[in-house]
């Protein structure tokens, strides 16, 4: 079984335009979730969708950035205009039911540089 | 509010044990988490711990919670340079998000 994919791996951007990163979450999992890394600091939660539906998009920092699940199956999240502080790495997670307590699957990240 | 903290850095030699140490502040925490972060790689689930359980233990590692005093611990027996990563914990409380420390980074010397 495939585990959860992200792409790209990487992306170098200038300052002022948009990136657009994809997720695509372990087949069956109706939960997605964005998490990023800034600076070597800690990972914060960005958002979290049951299907096609935004349960918690609290972590989202602000109106830049934009989470779409159109279909309920992978994600994107775009940041226009992208700002220096955006640098980081970008984590997705899925997992199967929304009982608390389940566990989540990473994907490998999207690791973005804004110069 | 939600706070997990660890050290930065650990240093080991090969064949010793590594113990890993993280804080937390939610009491409402009911599931703690630790992850691994290889290089180049995203984040891999070890083990995790449920609020009412003191210790759980699968073959090398070793986790302990002392839910008085918010702390968590990894313990990771024979250490191997494939153990070489950062290792992240994170706490589970009322909403589905996970709550990150901000990773310890455990060097295994040879």
């Known amino acids: 079984e495939a585990g959860v994919t992200q792409f790209p791996s990487h992306s170098v951007i200038e300052k002022g335009q948009t990136v657009t990163l994809r997720c695509d979450p372990i087949?069956?999992?109706?939960?997605l979730y964005w998490y990023r890394r800034v600076m070597g600091k800690e990972i914060k939660f960005l958002l979290h969708f049951v299907k096609e539906s935004k349960q918690d998009e609290s972590g989202m920092p602000n109106n830049r950035f934009l989470a779409e699940r159109t279909g309920g199956t992978y994600s994107t999240l775009k940041v226009q205009p992208a700002e220096l502080e955006d640098s980081g790495v970008y984590f997705c997670?899925?997992?199967?039911?929304?009982?608390?307590?389940?566990?989540?699957?990473f994907g490998p990240g999207t690791r973005l540089l804004v110069l | 509010g939600e706070d997990v903290e660890q050290s930065l850095f650990l240093s080991v030699r090969e064949g010793d044990s590594s113990v890993i140490n993280c804080t937390y502040t939610?009491?409402?925490?009911?599931?703690l988490y630790w992850y691994k972060q290889e290089p180049g790689a995203g984040l891999q689930l070890l083990t995790y711990?449920?609020?009412?359980?003191d210790m759980k233990q699968d073959q090398r590692l070793t986790v302990l919670l002392n839910k008085k005093d918010k702390h968590l611990s990894l313990r990771i027996a024979d250490t191997q340079t494939g153990d070489s990563a950062i290792y992240f914990c994170a706490e589970s409380t009322g909403r589905r998000a996970l709550t990150f420390g901000s990773g310890t980074r455990l060097q295994v010397q040879p």
């Open positions: 997670a899925s997992s199967h039911g929304a009982f608390y307590g389940e566990t989540q699957y």
């Open positions: 939610d009491s409402s925490s009911t599931y």
């Open positions: 711990i449920f609020s009412n359980m």
């Open positions: 087949s069956g999992h109706d939960n």
